[in-house]
């Protein structure tokens, strides 16, 4: 490799280097579904940033957000996306797991009673029980129905919703046994 080849190679390289240090952190910024209210209709609603445009777009100065999906479109496509604003006017940009997040914070399970602290969505997230008694995990939970969410149902750790779905779905399998304390006493 020549002199000049080894300068184009390392200037190439440092360009790389240098967007991947602006653009990774900005696309992770960007991205995740978010809950906003529609402002022609004032419902919730369920929409996601164009992640690698604002990305793109970020370099210096303010990103310039659209969005690439909402719980309106196809039908309403074509509004102004004045919804916008909410995002950037937001702390955390309205991002689901933040509000769930904000949520657990200060909880206990419903169950057990254990603290359950900061969600951890990649390994045991935890779970929430329906006015009805049965746990459900957030996957299951559309993102406009969080504001009903949060006012109607409790949290409960990962542990006990394991527990509880066992227990629902094969009740004949599980021996339900005094607490220890009954049986010193």
């Known amino acids: 490799m020549t002199v000049t080849g080894?300068?184009?190679f390392l200037l190439v390289a440092a360009a790389l280097v240098l967007v991947g240090w602006f653009f990774v952190p900005a696309w992770r910024n960007f991205r995740g579904k978010r809950v906003i209210t529609c402002p022609d209709d004032q419902s919730p609603r369920t929409v996601e940033i164009d992640a690698k445009h604002a990305a793109l777009t970020a370099f210096g100065a303010s990103p310039d957000?659209?969005?690439s999906s909402c719980s309106?479109?196809?039908?309403?496509?074509d509004c102004g996306q004045e919804c916008l604003r909410q995002i950037e006017s937001s702390a955390d940009g309205c991002l689901v797991t933040s509000m769930v997040a904000e949520w657990y914070s200060g909880k206990?399970?419903?169950?057990c009673g254990k603290?359950?602290?900061?969600?951890?969505?990649a390994s045991h997230a935890p779970?929430?029980?329906t006015p009805a008694g049965e746990t459900l995990l957030w996957k299951d939970v559309k993102?406009?129905?969080?504001p009903q969410v949060f006012a109607t149902h409790r949290p409960v750790c990962w542990d006990c919703h394991v527990v509880e779905n066992v227990v629902r779905k094969h009740p004949d399998r599980v021996t339900m046994r005094p607490e220890r304390d009954q049986l010193i006493h």
Not at 72 to 77: A, D, F, M, S
Not at 108 to 111: D, E, G, K, R
Not at 115 to 121: A, F
Not at 143 to 146: A, D, K, V
């Open 115 to 121: 603290p359950i602290g900061t969600p951890k969505w």
């Open 143 to 146: 993102p406009e129905q969080l």
């Open 65 to 67: 957000l659209r969005l």
């Open 127 to 129: 779970a929430l029980v």
């Open 108 to 111: 206990s399970c419903t169950y």
């Open 6 to 8: 080894l300068v184009v």
């Open 72 to 77: 309106r479109w196809p039908e309403k496509q």
